[in-house]
């Protein structure tokens, strides 16, 4: 089955840039999906195909996605972008939907 | 607006069953996949089954396979998924969820709409 890794956490201060890694083999030829969650609530879709931002999110987020590794940045990182993010596609070959293990990302 | 809102959950011993259901609002419910994906205590998120628009089709984590059933009624807009010889490794919250952008296959990318979740607890 397909396998999406992500590293388990990411400190960064505020202001700064936070790059969250999602590898997988030959992640470039799938559509990537993020997805941020917050302690006690739902994941929330923050960015799709790669790099589609869904209405209200805001332009500080985007993504990459090239042969085997996916990239969620947040920019100008808040307070409030702490929580954990997941990436997720859908594999062909199996007709399954796999997420990565998730990164929590802290703002120091 | 979009509501997805679940039911049903709780404690029980394993070997035992339980159905989820989880009631739609706000959108068109016949023309969307719907999809259960689950989180253990402190984990990361797993898919456990989507269903197709029509309830024609449907796919399971090979954990569940067997063993849970995932079923649509487009008439109540309610998505259900049932579960039966539940293990203590299926305790988590389950949420349902939205499936969009869908591919040439018709299949969807991902999960645009998600509920609040429901805690099942599995143990004696």
Redesign the interface.
């Known amino acids: 089955?397909y396998v999406l890794t992500q590293p388990p956490s990411l400190s960064e201060a505020p202001g700064k840039t936070a790059s969250i890694t999602c590898e997988g083999n030959d992640i470039g030829s799938k559509?990537v999906?993020w997805?941020q969650?917050k302690p006690g609530q739902?994941?929330?879709?923050v960015i799709?195909?790669d790099n589609d931002r869904?209405s209200g999110i805001p332009e500080r987020f985007s993504g990459f996605n090239s042969e085997n590794t996916a990239t969620l940045t947040i920019s100008r990182v808040e307070a409030g972008d702490e929580a954990?993010y997941?990436c997720?596609v859908?594999d062909?070959s199996s007709?399954?939907?796999?997420?990565?293990?998730?990164t929590k990302l802290t703002i120091v | 607006e979009v509501q997805l809102v679940e039911s049903g959950g709780g404690l029980v011993q394993p070997g035992g069953s339980l159905r989820l259901s989880c009631a739609a609002s706000g959108f068109f419910f016949s023309s969307y996949w719907m999809?259960w994906?689950r989180q253990a205590p402190g984990k990361?998120?797993?898919?456990v089954a989507?269903i197709k628009q029509d309830g024609s089709e449907k796919?399971y984590?090979?954990s569940v396979k067997g063993r849970f059933t995932i079923s649509k009624d487009n008439a109540k807009n309610s998505v259900y998924l049932q579960m039966s010889s539940l293990r203590a490794e299926d305790t988590a919250v389950y949420?349902c969820a939205r499936g969009?952008?869908y591919?040439y296959?018709s299949?969807?990318?991902?999960?645009?709409s998600?509920?609040?979740?429901i805690l099942v607890t599995v143990s004696s």
């Open positions: 089955s559509g999906h997805y969650q739902a994941p929330l879709l799709s195909f869904p954990d997941y997720q859908w062909r007709g399954h939907w796999v997420f990565g293990g998730g | 999809t994906v990361g998120l797993e898919w989507s796919y984590v090979d949420y969009e952008g591919n296959e299949f969807p990318s991902y999960f645009d998600w509920g609040q979740g």
